[in-house]
């Protein structure tokens, strides 16, 4: 056993530094990324952009789309690439998606990639959380993602070729305190997404869900100002990650066609603990999980013990402060 749980250990490690080292020419692929003006869904396009793809950013403010669209215009490889932008609200099933996409692939080529990044977030105690945001949370990052992959999807299906991307969270693979609306929406994506795999592959359209950890952008300092301080300590535990180290790892996994996108060692070890009937990554993830599952559980108990340590320690002093 501990001769195979080696052997899976440096294999994985020896895998990670070979995949590290290749690099990527993305001229002729476009990329069309839902909130892609801020955060995470920009730092997306600008890695994209260095590879020399085309990319579109859809987004509700004008102002942020122009500012994007500058900024990846400055990072342009060759002549080939566009850069286009929209500015619509992904959550209003009554907008136009459709005629959307078609001007993009006009302009731009066909759709080789649609990354739904568009997201925001609430952080309350549920009791406190106003009903309205329930629906929002839903409607933002579920159903955005809904429309904009229905929309783009008959093309992709047509050709036979295509990824689709769900930008998630750690906390759309285990609630947290705080942060029963926002879960549960990204909670939806992963279920959405394991149906869509199975429907998807005679098709050839591979489907990527990823979980980032806490990540320093724009909507992260907006979710900071009102976040308990339970969810604050507990969060802590897993790091604050750049928008471009996620984006990067999840562009790896775009292209690995990986179904599980995650960076850091405590959201993969995250990722492996909930991965029990999620589709396979690849043999080595594979391996690793069957070796190290058991241990991940133990793990797990001793990290939700240490988090509902802290959830009763932060009892205890709002107690004292009454
Ligand atoms: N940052 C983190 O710590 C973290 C961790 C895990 C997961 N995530 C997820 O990663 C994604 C990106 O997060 P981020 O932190 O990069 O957020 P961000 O900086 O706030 O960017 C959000 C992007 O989504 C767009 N957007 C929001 N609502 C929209 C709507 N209804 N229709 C169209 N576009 C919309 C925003 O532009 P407009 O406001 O102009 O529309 C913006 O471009 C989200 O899905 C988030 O839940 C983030």
Redesign the pocket.
């Given at each position: 056993m501990i001769i195979i749980f080696i052997f899976v250990l440096l294999s994985s490690v020896f895998y990670f530094f070979l995949r590290k080292k290749r690099s990527y020419n993305l001229e002729n692929e476009h990329y069309l990324i839902?909130?892609?003006?801020?955060?995470?869904?920009?730092a997306l396009a600008t890695v994209a952009v260095w590879l020399g793809c085309s990319v579109t950013i859809?987004?509700?403010?004008k102002v942020?789309?122009e500012k994007a669209k500058e900024s990846l215009l400055s990072e342009l490889k060759n002549t080939k690439q566009k850069v286009l932008t929209f500015s619509?609200?992904?959550?209003n099933k009554d907008n136009d998606l459709v005629s959307i996409v078609k001007e993009a692939e006009k302009c731009s080529g066909p759709i080789t990639v649609l990354v739904n990044?568009?997201?925001?977030?609430v952080c309350h105690p549920f009791l406190d959380t106003p009903k309205e945001q329930f629906s929002k949370m839903l409607d933002?990052?579920f159903l955005?993602s809904v429309h904009m992959t229905q929309a783009v999807l008959p093309l992709m299906k047509e050709r036979k070729s295509g990824s689709v991307v769900f930008?998630?969270?750690?906390?759309g693979l285990m609630g947290l305190y705080g942060y029963s609306a926002y879960s549960a929406s990204?909670f939806a994506l992963l279920g959405l997404a394991e149906s869509l795999q199975m429907e998807m592959k005679p098709f050839n359209i591979s489907i990527t869900v990823s979980f980032?950890?806490?990540?320093?952008?724009?909507?992260?300092e907006?979710?900071m100002k009102n976040k308990p301080l339970e969810t604050q300590l507990i969060s802590e535990s897993g790091g604050l990650f750049s928008?471009e180290e996620v984006a990067s790892n999840l562009l790896n996994d775009i292209l690995d066609k990986k179904f599980m996108s995650t960076v850091g060692f405590v959201s993969k070890f995250i990722c492996t603990l909930c991965s029990a009937m999620c589709p396979i990554n690849s043999f080595f993830d594979l391996a690793l999980q069957m070796v190290t599952m058991g241990l991940c559980r133990v793990v797990g108990a001793i990290v939700l013990w240490n988090f509902d340590k802290i959830i009763k320690q932060c009892a205890v002093e709002k107690e004292k402060e009454k």
């Open positions: 839902t909130g892609g003006s801020s955060g995470i869904g920009l859809v987004a509700r403010s942020k789309l619509v609200d992904v959550s990044c568009a997201g925001t977030s933002v990052n955005g930008v998630s969270s750690i906390a990204k980032p950890p806490d990540t320093d952008t724009p909507g992260f907006e979710e928008a």
